[in-house]
């Protein structure tokens, strides 16, 4: 089944990320998105029923930061909050996922790719996977390392009275959605080598579109039962825009 090629438009990343669950049932695909979904099941799912749990105590925790002249906003402030919390805690715990599920994703990114291209990938499979074991929690320590310090920043901010309830959650909506366009896109640029410096410089030549395939991605990962399949949809969507825009350019055969 050949998969049909964007038309003389530019396609975006609303495009992509339909494409994912369009693509999530593509024939022979199916049994490689098992295990990255029932990873993500089992830690998102587990993950959520605990902070729903803890949502009453930390939010009006949150708002004690807001100062008093700006309490007559605390009807606005209060959604704000429990978006915060929701985008900060989504993001977390699908960096975590991504980090176990890491293997599987590129499996399923690897094979999808060969079922878009019919051009087989090398080191397909299990044993490939268990070969590159080290490579792919280095590149994912790699993604942690240039998140974790502009992450620190951005949760500071929201301690800064008013400023901190207000911005923040903007900028870390901006930041998750980037990073997550970052986590994966990273598994199809990762089967072929490609450098992290790279890969970023790439994904920003089309910043706009990698951020609204990033922003759906973390809007899903905060809608329960949705966010339970959403990684191997994300991983599906990323590997198509890789085969799309990418592809050409680092892959030369």
Not at 54 to 69: A, K
Request: glycine share 6%.
């Amino acid at each position: 089944m050949s998969y049909p090629r964007p038309s003389s438009n530019p396609t975006n990343g609303i495009h992509y990320f339909a494409e994912g669950w369009r693509l999530l049932s593509r024939p022979g695909i199916k049994r490689y998105v098992i295990l990255p979904l029932l990873v993500n099941i089992l830690l998102m799912g587990s993950a959520f029923w605990w902070l729903f749990n803890q949502l009453g105590d930390w939010i009006p925790s949150l708002m004690s930061y807001v100062p008093s002249w700006l309490q007559w906003l605390s009807y606005l402030l209060w959604p704000l909050a429990v978006i915060s919390v929701l985008l900060v805690f989504s993001y977390l715990f699908s960096t975590l996922t991504n980090l176990i599920a890491a293997p599987f994703c590129g499996l399923l990114a690897e094979q999808l790719e060969s079922s878009l291209t019919g051009k087989p990938l090398p080191d397909v499979g299990i044993l490939g996977i268990a070969k590159d074991l080290p490579r792919i929690m280095a590149r994912e320590w790699r993604k942690l390392m240039y998140y974790l310090p502009r992450a620190l920043v951005l949760l500071l901010l929201y301690f800064v009275p008013g400023v901190g309830q207000t911005l923040a959650p903007v900028l870390w909506f901006l930041f998750s959605a980037w990073m997550l366009a970052i986590q994966y896109c990273d598994y199809p640029f990762d089967n072929h080598k490609v450098g992290f410096v790279e890969m970023r410089s790439a994904l920003r030549q089309h910043k706009t579109d990698n951020l609204q395939f990033g922003a759906l991605v973390s809007l899903f990962t905060m809608i329960p039962i949705l966010n339970l399949v959403i990684l191997p949809v994300a991983v599906c969507g990323a590997t198509a825009m890789w085969v799309d825009r990418y592809r050409s350019q680092f892959v030369h055969h």
